[in-house]
Structures are given as structure tokens and as C-alpha cells.
């Protein structure tokens, strides 16, 4: 009598399908093992140290080029302030919330805290020191905010000016209404809100050209 065994069938060519799979089985943890050393040599992900690793990079601030070597996640802010010693720029924040920090980047204004260094190399930055002329005769707003008071303990008030002068080059100086409007994101805890509006008015006037 026949086995179980025996029955069951066969490849034309001898090979039992359990014959197959085993074998295939077998080849395949072959080919597994020989492939290990090299996945082992492949390159390790990057590691927290590897993303601390300092980054070159050049950054230009009012006319000048600044080469850096910063934590990639430094902000532009601190790379000002600590890195390059321009801290006229304030840091009233660090969220974005108060625009004590306000540049302008090719002319546009910016939260610098809220930027990376690392990405505006490129580009041009101008913070509160690089407002006055070579020879030495303040921005049009500076003088603006000097005539009309327009701060007290001053923190607040580079940031003020920079927005100020974008939002004049913005076209959305008309009238006190819009300049409160579009200051509205520089926080002033003085409330020298109304001396700010009226220095924005007559700086307005004198900005042409500049
Ligand atoms: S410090 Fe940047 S918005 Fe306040
Ligand atoms: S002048 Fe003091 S916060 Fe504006």
C-alpha cells in the first residue's frame, strides 16, 4: 500500500512543491546572510550630535557680508545679536508675537526671530544700524520718531522704525487709520502709540527719494 508520503504529487521533474519552498526558503536566508555586512556598512543615519554640527554660511547685514559658522537652528535674530553684535535689533518675544524684532529682508519686513540664519544667506538684511547715511545723518523715520517723541524706554522702537519704513515703501501710510492698522503688529508696552502714528505721517512725507 502506498504512503501517505508517496501520494502526494510530484513536478515532472521529481521536485515536490515542500522540496521547492524549502529550497527557496534555504536560498533565501542565504542571500540574506551574505547581504548583511553590507547594510552594515551603509551610512549611518544622522545622529542629535550630527544635526548640531556647525554650518558655514555668509550672511549680508546693511552692505556687508558676514562669514558665520552657527548651529543651523540659529535664528537671525541671535545670529545678530550674539554673532555679529548688532543689537540694535530687540528680542521682546522670540514668538513672533510683539515685532521688537523686525528687519527688512530685500527691502521687506521680517520677524528675525523667526527666521533662520541659514536661510537668508542670498539675501540682503538691513536692521536699525544700517538705517543713517555714511555720513552719519539719521533715516528720515529716526528723525521722525526723535521730533515726535514717539517712544519712552525705547525697546520697542528699532523695531518700530524698520516696520514703519516698509509700511510707507507698501503704500499703507494714507492716513493715521491705516498706519495703525498696518503697525498693528509692533507692540509698544509704553503706548506711545499715538506719537508713533504721527511720526509715520511726516516721515512719510520726507521719504521720497530716500
Ligand atoms: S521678538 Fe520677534 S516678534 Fe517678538
Ligand atoms: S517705547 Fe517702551 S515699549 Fe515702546
Known amino acids: ?5 508517496s501520494a502526494r504529487p510530484a513536478g515532472a521533474d521529481g521536485f515536490s512543491r515542500r522540496h521547492f519552498l ?4 534555504a536560498s533565501t536566508m542565504t542571500l540574506t546572510l551574505l547581504d548583511a555586512p553590507r547594510a552594515e556598512s551603509a551610512p549611518a543615519p544622522a545622529t542629535r550630535s550630527d544635526a548640531r554640527a556647525p554650518v558655514s554660511m555668509t550672511l549680508r547685514v546693511n552692505g556687508r557680508n558676514h562669514q558665520l559658522s552657527l548651529d543651523a537652528r540659529t535664528s537671525l535674530l541671535d545670529a545678530l545679536r550674539e554673532h555679529m553684535g548688532l ?12 515685532g521688537a524684532c523686525t528687519v527688512l529682508i530685500d ?3 521680517t520677524l528675525s526671530c523667526l527666521s533662520f540664519a541659514a536661510m537668508i544667506q542670498d539675501h ?3 536692521t536699525i544700524e544700517g538705517l543713517s547715511a555714511p555720513g552719519g545723518d ?8 526723535i521730533d515726535h517723541d514717539a517712544f519712552q524706554c525705547g525697546y520697542c522702537t528699532p523695531g518700530q522704525i524698520m516696520s514703519a519704513i516698509a509700511c510707507v515703501n507698501e503704500g499703507h501710510a494714507a492716513d493715521a487709520a491705516q498706519v495703525r492698522e498696518y503697525m498693528s503688529g509692533n507692540l509698544c508696552r509704553c503706548a506711545a502709540y ?6 509715520v505721517l511726516e516721515a512719510k512725507t520726507k521719504m521720497k527719494g530716500t
Do not use: W, Y
Request: overall charge positive.
Open 22 to 25: 524549502s529550497t527557496t526558503v
Open 124 to 126: 540682503e538684511v538691513t
Open 1 to 5: 500500500m502506498e504512503s501517505p508520503k
Open 87 to 98: 543689537t540694535g535689533t530687540k528680542k521682546g518675544c522670540d514668538h513672533g508675537q510683539c
Open 138 to 145: 539719521l533715516h528720515p523715520m529716526q528723525q521722525a520718531f
Open 107 to 109: 527691502g521687506r519686513r
Open 194 to 199: 499715538p506719537n508713533i502714528v504721527d511720526a
